[in-house]
């Protein structure tokens, strides 16, 4: 595990492991693949999957979380929104 900045862990996860612990840590919107993109509020940033950090707290305790990758930002997903283009457009979507 690798050591972030605040001294929480950041967590070597594979791209399966990866794309579940997003899905598991963003419950306010999905993840098809870590190829998804975010546009965090705080920083001003668009994150990719591979890129956003899931870490717990510096003794390996807690649960799994997310954060963005900017350094300095202290975003977790309740933070992000689709980027700009990402929404259906109107009347472009079955109900």
């Not at 300095?72 to 009347?91: E, F, H, K, T, V």
Request: charged share 25%; with cysteine; proline share 6%.
């Amino acid at each position: 595990m690798l050591a972030g900045m605040d001294g929480d862990l950041i967590l070597p996860l594979d791209d399966q492991e990866k794309l579940a612990a997003l899905r598991e840590v963003d419950v306010h919107r999905s993840w098809r693949s870590l190829d998804d993109r975010r546009h965090c509020l705080v920083c001003g940033h668009d994150v990719g999957g591979r890129q956003i950090q899931i870490v717990v707290y510096a003794d390996g305790s807690g649960p799994r979380r997310g954060r963005c990758p900017t350094g300095g930002c202290n975003s977790i997903p309740m933070d992000w929104a689709l980027p700009r283009g990402a929404y259906p457009a109107a009347g472009n979507f079955a109900l």
